[in-house]
């Protein structure tokens, strides 16, 4: 079968002829039908001979395809069944440690699916096990977004402009910081009350801070300090965004003020997600390509040419 592979050495994503999966006991084997793209795809390939415990690894950590072959041990799902897969649940962290959904087949532990409900359309499906839930567990499940709070979002794509709606539907006053101008219309659409390029503008006064009640970081770049300025005391900012392996926080300015780290979510989050899109509540801009152009869409990935997401749509 094919499967763009990470080879080592920080060299671009290659497309390889491999053998196909077979399920272990705990494990289904997915035809996949579509698969996103991540940053997280892009930092992958930038550490991974130092993390990753095999070479070369198949990438690819937001899957959505039909359940095609099933384990001894496997319940509750059956042959022909549609689903998703939660990218770093039961099973090792797919396109990293375990290999991972740019490819025809996947293997995928059964207690890692999400039911694809009858009528949402498999891209955002497959968008919705990764950016869809590791933006709403952000939001929702770690930063408690909710009625009466003022939120930020910062970066406003693949995962901010779902974050961004989760705590516009949540109740809350939500503005956006996101560099590219021309996103800016889209997070208004979902409901964001303001727009700026840049985080640091919703602090007019460096000596009093902001008066978030909450920011969640989708970028990840030179961000963090900025998020955690904007937050009050007893404020929180949830890191969420890769950009960058490493960042600096000016000590002072975290105390009275809470950072958590969130990563991933659960198969109940992605039912959720599952739900809010079928329902047309959340309504994500992506862009469809095709498999043979994974390769290139990470190039883009990498160069910050993407608005959305870019989600491959395979030819089964």
Known sequence: MRAWQYMG??????????????????????DVLAAGLCHSDVMYMEVGDQAMP?????????????????????????????????????????????PGGFADKLAADYRDLARVPDGLDISLAALATDAGMTSYHAMIKAGGAKKGMKVGVIGFGGLGQIGARAAVLAGAEVHVAEMKEEAWPAAREVGA????KDAAEWVTDPRRGGDFDLVVDYAGFDTTQKAVNAIKRGGKVVQVGLGKQTFTI?????????????????????????????????????????FDQIGEGLERLKNNQVLGRLVARFGN
């Open 250 to 290: 000016l000590t002072t300015s975290i105390l009275g003020k809470t950072i958590e780290g969130s990563l991933g979510g659960t198969v109940a989050d992605i039912e959720e997600v599952f739900d809010l899109m079928l329902r047309g509540e959340i309504t994500p801009g992506y862009e469809e390509i095709t």
């Open 193 to 196: 009350v303001s727009c700026v």
């Open 54 to 98: 095999f070479l070369p690894m198949t990438q690819g950590h937001e899957n959505a395809g039909v359940i095609t072959a099933l384990g001894s041990e496997v319940t509750g799902f059956k042959v022909g069944d549609v689903v998703g897969v939660n990218s770093a649940g039961v099973q090792p962290p797919l396109g990293m440690f375990t």
């Open 9 to 30: 050495k920080q060299q671009p994503i290659q497309l390889n002829e491999v053998e196909e999966p077979v399920p272990g006991p705990t494990q289904v084997i997915i």
